[in-house]
């Protein structure tokens, strides 16, 4: 199989244009960023070309405007946050991609930025169209993407544009995404636990098939674990249940069977009548009608502490509760601090990956170590299904 071709500290990009395609899809409040961690992550590599002379073309998406402009999804206020970061000019062009573009970019110097607006204003952007991608193309001489966030998408920036440029390469990011998911699925320091959270058996079912050949155990917590104690036979009361997963269920069962992999589910959970009560524990076999399961019971922590504590190697996708309301972040936070307390020992390899874990644990005032933290949601998903992504096909 043919291998992903990274950018190379080795490469002179001296006086050449380098189109790099980056994830600033951040989330704004009255257009002041929230979490600046994506852009922060950007820096290092934005840095080294800068200090190697190259002339910079920046190119991301914010939101899904659909090919129309609007100002709430402007990148407006990354490129006044990059222009504070960055000891270089940064250029912010706001206007159409066409013929004549690069020539109105002949102003820019060595080491010096621009800042493209919201790539997916643009029509053909979302339409992986060809002309799009060829006068996007036209801007540079080398392209770089280091978004694997976005690298699940046929879009002009991250698929089609490698068609019209000579060079074409995955960004130090990409590379970083690729072996943390690779330490679970090919080099992997056994025993392996995944940790599988979030509403949706059905979203995740190929995740799951796919993991239950690489991994030792797979501990299922969150909203998903409902439809688990409902295949066994439990009561969950008012807990959202998706509907239709018995033979998915089964599935699951039959093929962990098969390739001598665990399944845990809570032992017991936390419950309440409403989202914004208090919470009570409570066993499996005597949960109310009108009860709600919220979060995982101090059972069923020390259950996964321990299987933790005999794991080498940890992926953890989806939080274990409602989060949201803090009386039910109790099993999320003390999973998020016992795989960081043996991640600091030196002796777990640690992954973490989806917007709601990585929320839940900024949430949090503890601070947390981690071998990697992934910024990338479906992307990071479907590389796990094992599934090849087309941003980075056509980068091998």
């Known amino acids: 199989m043919s291998k992903i071709k990274y950018f190379s500290e080795n490469l002179k990009v001296q006086n ?59 990148l407006a206020p990354i490129y006044k946050f990059l222009k504070e970061q960055l000891e270089t000019n940064v250029f912010f062009f706001m206007g159409d991609i066409n013929e004549e573009t690069k020539n109105k970019f002949s102003y820019l110097k060595e080491g010096e930025i621009i800042l493209l607006e919201n790539v997916r204003f643009f029509e053909g952007e979302n339409k992986n169209d060809d002309n799009f991608a060829k006068k996007l193309a036209s801007l540079g001489d080398i392209y770089i993407n280091d978004a694997f966030s976005c690298s699940h998408r046929e879009q002009a920036s991250i698929h089609k544009i490698t068609k019209y440029m000579k060079e074409s390469y995955a960004g130090p990011l990409v590379k970083k995404e690729i072996d943390a998911i690779n330490t679970i699925i090919q080099n992997k320091k056994k025993p392996v636990t995944c940790i599988i959270g979030g509403s949706k058996v059905s979203t995740k079912i190929n995740v799951i098939t796919n993991l239950i050949k690489n991994v030792d155990n797979i501990i299922i917590v969150g909203a998903m674990a409902n439809n688990f104690l409902t295949f066994k036979g439990f009561i969950v009361g008012k807990s959202l249940v998706e509907k239709g997963t018995k033979e ?80 039910f972040s109790t099993g999320t936070l003390a999973i998020a601090k ?51 992504l087309p941003g980075l096909n056509v980068l091998k």
């Open 338 to 388: 016992k795989i960081s307390e043996s991640t600091a020992r030196k002796s777990l390899i640690s992954i973490l990956g989806g917007g709601d874990t990585i929320s839940a644990i900024k949430n949090s005032e503890d601070k947390f170590t981690f071998t990697h933290l992934s910024t990338a949601g479906g992307a990071f998903l479907e590389f796990l299904e094992g599934k090849d």
């Open 248 to 327: 998915i269920i089964n599935k699951i069962y039959t093929e962990a069977k098969k390739y001598n992999c665990s399944i845990f589910i809570p032992e017991d959970c936390s419950v309440s009548t409403n989202f914004e009560g208090s919470g009570k524990t409570k066993e499996l076999n005597s949960i109310s009608k009108d009860e709600i399961i919220l979060d995982i019971g101090p059972k069923t922590i020390k259950k996964i502490k321990s299987i933790i504590d005999q794991s080498n190697t940890i992926l953890w996708n989806g939080p274990a509760g409602y989060f949201e309301n803090t009386n």
């Open 16 to 74: 050449k244009t380098i189109i790099l395609r980056l994830d600033f899809n951040v989330p704004l409040k009255e257009k002041k960023i929230q979490d600046k961690s994506r852009v922060l992550t950007s820096l290092p590599l934005i840095k080294d070309l800068i200090n190697k002379k190259a002339k910079i073309v920046i190119v991301s998406h914010l939101g899904r405007p659909n090919g129309e402009k609007n100002s709430e999804l402007s």
